[in-house]
């Protein structure tokens, strides 16, 4: 057994032994674990603001680190686990600071800066780590989107990339930017989940490496599918992996379907709950938008006499730049409640100032869970790692870019072994 494998049974078994610390969230407010650790419990809502900000500086994979050393007080193998993950990650690469590519001049027009590092970081971890044989003549990028990954991937590797993207308006952007820079770069309007269309079959046939560049959920998962059947290398970088068409994930490897974990939408998201991209004026938006849902759930609950949480509707931003009540009145019509109220009489201030309380309460309740996020993630890539191993394939999990550039910054590099 790999040791990719190994790692993943020990983190399969310390997440379900656990899993009323991560799968219960405290914002719906109907918590049961606090009766079985009750020190974890009375210690985590004690946390100063001090203590608390340590947890939720900007440099979120510090404050992660952070976090789990606090909660490993509490958790027994926590720290232990979390040590393991980390070394899974092959350094051999380094971090994107001087790669080996490096981008043409003009050929970075329109590319974000961020985008910008995350693609060399790639190229540059492609490079480095490759386990892929040979000259790499022909690529399929999957969701290519304006084809940023899939220029720099032509130029670098000398090789023609074609670029299954689903949005048409997107690939004509993109075709047309790669006829400016005379790159060998084809796109193909095409919707993944369907059978590829004759032409673009014939067009990609004998690729000798499929890549994706934060394919988000069942869009990268389709790639690695496919790509394992047609017996070809892949580089995949996943992302958004709550984003899939079945309601709970199914399991791609034999050993994730043997699991006793049952993972829903909610749960998936926990992998990827962190905002390092996010600037300050949306870090304000959503603390406002969370603490206004807080408060509404409190009213639901005054008028109506329910004791537990009731499901409210996304909105338009917009609706948060009127005042509380402008919100509330709002959502009530959302919810489509029948019973009558009396607006007159409801203390709004009062009610943000319950919703105030409760919201410092969940934000630090939230952090327990927050703890199992990255051993969640690496359930995930291990899922999918342990499915290529099952497939004959050679792998390994680099990191292709820091944490500040991108939170999914893990690459699957998978060769596939005795390939004729």
Known sequence: MQKYQEMFLRLDGFLH???????????????TWPSQHAELYQAILALDEHSLSLFEQ??????????????????????EIATDIDALHDKKGGKTAGPSYQM????????PGRKKQQVLGFIHQLQADSIVDGKIGKVVDWCSGKGYLASHLSYAL?????CLEYDKSLCDKGQEQQK???????????????????????ATQGADLHSALHACGDLHIEAIKQASQLGADMAIAPCCYHLIRDQHYQALSLLGKDSRLHLSKSDLRLAVLQSATAGQRVKDLRLKETTWRIGF???????????????????AKKQLAGSFLDFCQFMWQQTNQTAAID???IDFTDLQNQAQLKHQQVIRLEKVRLGFRPLLEAWLILDRACFLIEQDYQ?????????????????????KLNNK
């Open 395 to 415: 792998v390994k999990l680099p990191k292709f870019c820091d944490w500040d550039v991108s939170p999914r910054n893990t690459l699957i590099l998978a060769h």
């Open 158 to 162: 000398d090789a023609q990339v074609h």
């Open 58 to 79: 900007d440099d979120t994979a510090n404050a992660e680190i952070l976090l789990i050393k606090w909660l490993a007080d509490f958790i027994d193998g926590l720290a």
């Open 180 to 202: 400016k820079q005379a790159s060998k770069v084809c796109f193909h309007h095409h919707d993944v989940f369907q059978p590829l269309p004759e032409a673009i079959k014939l």
């Open 297 to 315: 759930d409190l009213l639901l609950r005054q008028q109506t006499g329910a004791n537990t949480y009731q499901h409210q509707a996304s909105f």
């Open 343 to 345: 607006w007159q009489t």
């Open 104 to 111: 043409a001049k003009f050929t970075d027009v329109g590319l």
């Open 17 to 31: 032994r656990h899993r009323m610390l991560w799968q219960q969230v405290p914002f719906y407010g109907e918590l």
